[in-house]
């Protein structure tokens, strides 16, 4: 159970601060794919794919006090800002998780938008399918997001790259 939970405080440490919980969502499953050795079950959900196991770890986190999660009203919608807390450091430094150097990354992730990384995310649940037979998948599944060929072959593009950084 704590080896779970140091393992995703690294994240926290080695991010400082993610906004969305979409976005928290997609790069560790991201990460996950790129063999970066995140444990969370995923599911395809609305947006994508989702794991309830890291929204319940998220949750005792903060009930811990190890990260805070502060509410953010925006025009329209609500989101929620994630950064580490020196308790959360303490935590750290008492049970350290074996982790790969995820600076990189991370940092190339949190530069793209919540929706490209549901994309992404989404290419990478089909993963097991011909390229482009994951495009028609993506645009069954994804409708509304009326994702363009453009996006889809950026998408293909960002994972090639990102993938060489585990």
Not at 67 to 80: A, D, L, M, N, R
Not at 127 to 149: I, R, S
């Amino acid at each position: 159970m704590l080896t779970d939970h140091a393992r995703l405080m690294q994240f926290f440490a080695a991010a400082s601060a993610v906004t969305g919980r979409k976005k928290l969502q997609k790069m560790i499953y991201i990460l996950q794919k790129c063999d970066v050795p995140f444990q969370e079950k995923y599911q395809f959900h609305f947006y994508g794919p989702y794991s309830e196991e890291l929204s319940l770890r998220v949750e005792e986190l903060c009930n811990l006090g190890f990260i805070t999660e502060e509410k953010q009203t925006k025009s329209s919608y609500v989101q929620y800002h994630y950064e580490m807390t020196e308790d959360g450091e303490a935590f750290l430094q008492q049970f350290p998780a074996s982790m790969p150097d995820m600076a990189e990354p991370i940092a190339q992730l949190k530069q793209q938008s919540s929706r490209f990384l549901e994309l992404v995310s989404t290419i990478l649940y089909f993963e097991g399918l011909p390229a482009d037979e994951v495009a028609g998948k993506v645009h069954a599944v994804k409708p509304k997001q009326n994702y363009t060929n453009d996006e889809i072959n950026e998408a293909f593009r960002f994972i090639r790259e990102i993938r060489p950084l585990q």
